[in-house]
């Protein structure tokens, strides 16, 4: 039995990954350049001389078009023989006898993804890179293409995602975000599956489309809906969240109403947060949400809480053009200075500090006040 690293090599390297400009496309075997299947040139006699014959060498053409030979991968042909074999061909119940419940379980869900396209889902352990040989359809040459995969494990089986298959058409993002996916529940329909080698290709991207299908399909939300969100990847000034098959790229602004210097101090990716529908069309198939409006506003009723004039204790958030962002504890976000005699290099984010309260910006929904003391 081959070793599970050759085999999921060869799976990655011989029928699972074609086409990589559409994804993980079905294709079938027939069009693959495996050796011995589709020999260079065949035999014909052709006539020299009367009672004399001689064999000429013609190129066979491929008997297949439907599918452009330029997208096609090439496999080492020393090995694409001994690629594994399609789950078709296995007897699985040989393969699954000796298996535990947990781990018959863990197959029978891959098995059922692959047949019926059914959804999983997962936390994504890390991410693995591939090489593969692909045709350039430009230049027509042979390159050499380095693909990152996000990896799951729900149990004991390896289940790759490249990173083709992680984001929607025309919402593609930068290889290496495959790593700070780690931690981030996800969705995925398994697309091959190597038995023998106990690995599986999965798509996130047909996961997300059969999950915004199903969420208009049934029609019972409405705007002003909460819904729920995970956090899939997240960077110091931007994260994106995933809600009913839609990845939102959000700021601060758009993710709280307290200032926050780095996101990555307070989300991070699996995390699951409230979110508000701010526009629901099921005819156009597009939602719009709002994080930061699935909580009160800290805002309202500040002017009640926080009088002009009174001291109140806040916490240094940041610093933006000589001005300093300060949160207090119920939420509200303060742009402060410093009182005459203090110096900007006393002060370092997530000091807490004393301040005055000067001004309201209700346009803006600021606080304006002035530091006089550290705390």
Partial sequence: MPSKKKN??????????????????????ETVPVAGLLPPYIEEPVEVN??????????????????????????????????PKSI???????LD????????????????????????TGTVLGADM???????????????LTIHSAVLVDYRVKVLIPETELWMPDDEKPAF????????????????????GECAIASRRMAMMARRGRFFAVGQHQEGDLLTCRV?????????????????????????????????????PGQELPCLIKRFDPRAEELEISVKEAYPNPFVGAELRHPIGSRRQAVIAGKYAGGVF?????????????STQLSDADFQTGDTVILNIRDYDYDREFIFARIVTKW
């Fill in 232 to 268: 899939i990847v997240v960077g110091a000034k931007r994260c994106t969240v995933e809600c009913q098959g839609f990845d939102f790229h959000m700021t601060q602004r758009e993710l709280s109403y307290t200032a926050i210097a780095d996101l990555r101090e307070k989300y991070h």
């Fill in 97 to 120: 006898r000796g298996l535990s419940e947990v781990e018959q379980r863990e197959w029978n869900s891959i098995y059922a993804s692959f047949r019926s396209r059914s959804i999983l």
């Fill in 326 to 338: 300060c949160n207090m504890p119920d939420g509200v976000t303060c742009l402060c200075i410093y």
């Fill in 130 to 144: 591939k090489t593969f040989d692909v045709i350039n359809r430009d230049t027509r040459e042979t390159e050499t």
């Fill in 50 to 83: 009367p009672g004399q014959r001689k064999t000429k060498k013609k190129q066979r053409k491929p008997e297949d078009q439907s599918e452009p030979l330029e997208s096609l991968s090439l496999p080492n042909l020393s090995q694409a023989a001994t690629r």
């Fill in 177 to 196: 975000l495959a790593k700070g996916m780690v931690g981030s529940k996800i969705d995925y329909i398994i697309l091959e599956v190597d038995r023998e």
């Fill in 8 to 29: 999921e090599d060869l799976l990655l390297d011989g029928a699972a990954m074609p086409n990589l400009e559409g994804g993980l496309a079905d294709v079938p075997e």
């Fill in 88 to 94: 078709y061909e296995l007897k699985l119940n040989d």
